[in-house]
């Protein structure tokens, strides 16, 4: 649904007396389109050439379940299947997300070269509660893996390295598109994901370095404002270093 806005007075006043009235619309927020997604996402590794040998993306996944419609509409046939979004996001959801998405994506797209010790953070919201059942545990050690998960720490928004940069790009990207329904929104979603650059990816992991070093200097604390170091300039000139 589309709604357009009224003529205000910034607008008029911003207008020469001869030119037209600009066509302004937004979505209406009383028939958005909502979905949850979960994202993986590791540092890219390039090569001494700037080449990428691993992009590190390993997926983002709607929380999404099928639904039999039971009557019939405009948009669909009585007995047709639909995609819902998942409204109670609890331990379950997560724990089924892990153990059919998350963990098989991370095995499948693992480069070879790397140890398989990996440590994942998530953020400790309380449905993210690491499932201790056998199930999940073969699920994290098998095949040679050893999966651990870490919590952020609290109060600590600036090491999430996904606000740093990722989730940023989606939305403006995705803002762009108007989905009319669950299944275009996914789509969109994952486009932009897909479209997410590689180099502004590893400069989010350099950020995040930069933040842990002044959470040190500020004791622990998070009054700071995440410093501006110039990746861009230093990585032209040869000087952007990939630890700190």
């Known amino acids: 649904m589309v709604l ?26 009383r028939f958005k389109v909502k ?31 099928e639904s039999t ?10 007995g047709a299947v639909e995609i819902k979004a998942t409204q109670n996001l609890n331990k379950e959801a997560i724990r089924t997300m892990l153990l059919n998405n998350v963990i098989p994506a991370i095995k499948s797209k693992w480069p070879p070269h790397l140890f398989k010790d990996i440590w994942i953070q998530w953020d400790n919201v309380r449905p993210h509660q690491i499932p201790k059942n056998e199930e999940f545990i073969a699920a994290c050690q098998s095949n040679g893996f050893t999966i651990q998960f870490i919590y952020q720490p609290a109060q600590s928004p600036d090491l999430n390295v996904l606000d740093l940069g990722l989730f ?7 803002y762009q598109s108007f989905p009319k329904n669950l299944e275009e929104l996914i789509d969109k979603v994952k486009e932009a994901y897909d479209l997410f ?33 110039g ?8 000087l952007l270093p990939e630890q700190l």
């Open 197 to 229: 650059n590689l180099v502004l990816n590893k400069h989010c992991w350099i950020t995040l370095q930069c933040c842990m070093e002044e959470i040190l200097k500020h004791l622990g604390g998070n009054n700071f404002t995440p410093p501006h170091k």
């Open 35 to 65: 979905g949850m997604f979960m994202v993986v996402i590791m540092k890219p590794i390039f090569d001494t050439h700037g080449l990428v040998v691993h992009d590190e993306k390993y997926g983002i996944f709607p929380f999404v379940y």
């Open 69 to 78: 419609a039971k009557k019939k509409s405009k948009n669909r046939e009585a």
């Open 168 to 174: 940023n790009v989606i939305q403006y990207i995705q």
């Open 4 to 29: 357009l806005e009224p003529r205000n007075k910034e607008v008029l006043s911003n207008l020469l007396p001869n030119e037209p009235y600009p066509y302004r619309c937004q979505q209406s927020k």
């Open 231 to 238: 990746k861009k300039r230093l990585e032209r000139i040869g």
